[in-house]
C-alpha cells in the first residue's frame, strides 16, 4: 500500500527532526532534498534505508527482520550492492557512482567502501575523485568542476560537481536514460591486459657445439 499525503508528511516531519540533532555537515542540503521528496521517492527512501513504517505494505515494525530494524547507512547499502547505482568506478577501498538527484549534469559522488567518519577519509578515495574529475572535464567540458567532502549517517562521501557557465547548482531527479548515457561516457575503460607470445627458443651453435655434433657420413653407392 503506498504511502499517503497525510503519511508522508508525518514521516518527513520525524526524518527532519532527526536530521536537525544530528551533526552532518551538509544538514540544510539533506533537509532541502527530504522537503522535496514526493511520496514515491520518499517510499523509496524508506525502503533503501530500512526504515519500517506500519501499515506499509501490509508489515509493521514487529515484521520486520531484526537486521531490518536496525537499518543499515544508505551508503554502506550502495557499497554492498544492495541497491542497484550507476557505478563509474570501483576499487578495492571506494566506489564511484553517478548522483540520481544531481545539481548539475554529471555530478558524481565517491564512496568509501568502509563505513568511514571524514577525518579517516582514505586517500585513494580522493584518487578516484580526481580520476573522476578529470574524465568528467574531458567527456562534459564543464568550466570547472568542485570536489568537496561531506558526511551522512556517519558515512564520508565526495561530491565531483561540474560547474558550467550561465548554469546554477540546483537539484533535479534524473531520469534513467540519461544517467545511462553518463554512465557509458564517464565510465573509467579497464585496460585490457596485452597478449604476451611466447617466443620460440633460438639455437646458437658456435665452435665448440658444432664440434660436439655427430659427424654425419655419406655413402656414395
Known sequence: MPISKEQSQEIKTQILAQVE???????????????????EELEQFLKQNNIPISGMEGETPQQKPPQQQTGECIFCSITNKNIPSYILEETKKAMAILEINPLAKGHSIVIPIEHTPIEKLPKSAMTLAQKIAKRMKKKLQPEDIKIESSNFQGHTMINIIPLYQGQKLE??????????????KLELKKRTPRKTTTKKPTIKLDKENLSKLQEIHFRIP
Open 21 to 39: 540533532n544530528s551533526n552532518v555537515e551538509n544538514k540544510e542540503q539533506i533537509k532541502k532534498s527530504i522537503k522535496e521528496m514526493n511520496e
Open 171 to 184: 537539484k533535479r531527479k534524473a531520469d534513467e536514460k540519461e544517467l545511462k548515457a553518463l554512465q557509458k
